[in-house]
């Protein structure tokens, strides 16, 4: 930690100038760079931690808080230090985005599930095969093709109403021979 302290240590503000010129705004974004891959080891979030340590200074900068120009590396690495924090704890609180799923916990179904799943998909082949071919053409374009009411009703020259109440019964008839289907 010391090698990338020392590289924001190094960086000052001229007693006349509250502003930060190229070069050391460059030197700012390097040493910031450098401790946020130590720290989080995630080259976008490292650019994230970059420009908010960047903006924060800036701003810092134009209200006066930086009281010893001297100091402006050290209060950079302050900043920094805070920026990796914030991005630690968002991660921490942030639960995991199913469309990682990479990232997501490894389940197996138990032998129970297994079967209650078959037996399911049994009954819901038989419910399938007890309803009229409209029905189920009407329910594999709503649920295997994803098409919305207003997109089935264009592509079959009829209204968008008449699509939602055909899809509500169709989906009435079904649970009807699905919970028949349990029961024999």
């Keep these: 930690m010391v090698a990338l302290?020392?590289?924001l240590e190094e960086v000052s503000l001229p007693n006349e100038s509250p502003s930060l010129d190229?070069?050391?705004?460059?030197?700012?974004?390097?040493?910031?760079?450098?401790?946020?891959?130590?720290?989080?080891?995630?080259?976008?979030a490292c650019d994230e931690v970059v420009q908010e340590t960047i903006t924060r200074t800036l701003k810092a900068l134009d209200e006066g808080r930086l009281h010893n120009p001297a100091?402006?590396?050290a209060y950079v690495r302050g900043i920094a230090r805070h920026v990796i924090a914030d991005v630690h704890r968002s991660r921490a609180r942030s639960p995991i985005s199913?469309?990682?799923?990479?990232?997501?916990?490894?389940?197996?179904?138990?032998?129970?599930?297994?079967?209650?799943s078959a037996e399911e998909q049994q009954r819901l082949r038989f419910?399938?095969?007890?309803?009229?071919?409209?029905?189920?053409?009407?329910l594999r374009l709503c649920f295997h093709e994803g098409l919305t009411p207003g997109e089935i009703a264009h592509r079959l020259g009829v209204p968008p109403e008449r699509i939602r109440k055909r899809k509500s019964r169709a989906l009435a008839r079904l649970r009807k021979a699905f919970l028949a289907g349990g029961h024999d």
């Design 5 to 7: 302290s020392a590289d």
């Design 22 to 44: 190229a070069e050391t705004l460059q030197r700012l974004r390097a040493g910031v760079r450098l401790l946020a891959l130590h720290s989080l080891s995630d080259p976008d």
């Design 71 to 73: 100091n402006l590396g």
């Design 98 to 116: 199913i469309a990682d799923p990479e990232r997501l916990p490894s389940r197996r179904p138990g032998a129970l599930e297994q079967v209650i």
């Design 127 to 138: 419910a399938l095969g007890g309803i009229s071919h409209s029905d189920r053409e009407m």
